[in-house]
């Protein structure tokens, strides 16, 4: 029977009146190791490239030089916009000489204009104050005699009695004089330019010739011993030298291969001279003065020439090549 049945039974329940103790035991969790994530690239898929390594070039140009940065100014290039704005500002800092060049030659050369500018201003005040006050005077100055006057007169008082269609055909000619005079000074003027514009073009040939590495190394020897630019002088003139005589305009490749071949030998004699060894034998060039005789010299019992150059410096080089070879 169960407890619901029986009402006599009492179930006495116990509350007790302190909270119960639980015993809480907590693990120490275990570190888990997260793996890296990694990108995982499918087939057909292409990561993005990296940016390639920024290389500085420290070079820049004024006008026919090629010129390079300064060491103090290297170390702060750090990107091309960096390198950019120190190019041009070294173009403009060296471009300053050739500007300062040109403006004192302009100067001078204005200088030495400005007197026959004035003689020449002058000189048409002049005939205009003779042309309206003094026409003798104006004829004089002009040249023009009195009976060329008069006759120029008696043409015009004869024009005037012939009929309209007779003096309209003289004007004609008059007219067809004038024009021819116009278009003769118009080509002698296109004629200047066309010259202006071949001698731009010679000019920036030449220059192109002249860098190449072969002709530049040449050049460059021939200029320490005879002087700055005289390899460019000496091929200018001969092309102006062949022009005159030859009434042949030499292309400048030309001009300079004749020039480099003349004087190819002796440069190269000189040089390895200045190596200390033996001189390779060169033909002599035209005109120039026989070698030295070789003396024998008893006292050391070797056949040399007492009057064998020395070299010890480029000033050395320059005076030999003057002197036996000429300038």
């Not at 000189?123 to 205009?128: P, Q, S």
């Not at 731009?200 to 072969?214: I, K, W, Y």
């Amino acid at each position: 029977m169960s407890d619901q049945e029986n009402p006599d039974v009492v179930v006495s329940e116990t509350i007790p009146t302190e909270p119960l103790e639980v015993e809480t035991i907590v693990e120490e969790a275990e570190p888990v190791e997260i793996p890296e994530a990694t990108e995982t690239v499918e087939e057909g898929e292409t990561t993005e490239a990296a940016e390639p390594e920024y290389t500085p070039d420290y070079s820049y140009k004024v006008y026919d030089d090629v010129k390079e940065f300064p060491e103090l100014f290297r170390p702060v290039v750090k990107d091309k916009e960096t390198e950019d704005m120190i190019r041009s500002y070294m173009c403009k800092a060296d471009g300053l000489d050739g500007m300062k060049l040109k403006h004192e030659r302009v100067v001078k050369e204005r200088d030495e204009m400005k007197p026959q500018y004035e003689e020449l201003t002058q000189g048409l005040r002049d005939l205009r104050h003779h042309a309206e006050n003094d026409l003798d005077k104006f004829l004089e100055l002009y040249g023009i005699s009195e009976d060329k006057l008069i006759n120029h007169v008696s043409q015009k008082l004869k024009m005037q009695e012939l009929p309209q269609e007779d003096r309209q055909v003289y004007e004609d000619g008059l007219q067809a004089k004038r024009q021819s005079y116009d278009y003769q000074r118009q080509l002698e003027g296109l004629k200047t330019q066309n010259e202006e514009s071949l001698r731009t073009q010679h000019d920036m040939m030449l220059n192109q010739t002249l860098s190449q590495p072969e002709t530049a190394d040449f050049a460059r020897k021939y200029n320490e011993i005879y002087g700055e630019g005289a390899f460019r002088n000496d091929v200018i003139q001969h092309g102006a030298t062949t022009y005159a005589t030859q009434k042949k305009d030499l292309a400048p490749q030309e001009a300079v291969n004749y020039v480099l071949n003349r004087h190819k030998p002796v440069i190269d004699r000189l040089y390895t001279q200045t190596q200390g060894t033996t001189p390779v034998a060169a033909p002599v060039a035209e005109g120039a003065p026989a070698p030295a005789p070789t003396i024998p010299n008893v006292g050391t019992g070797r056949s040399v020439s007492p009057t064998k150059p020395t070299f010890k410096s480029i000033e050395d080089l320059r005076k030999f090549a003057k002197d036996k070879y000429g300038s």
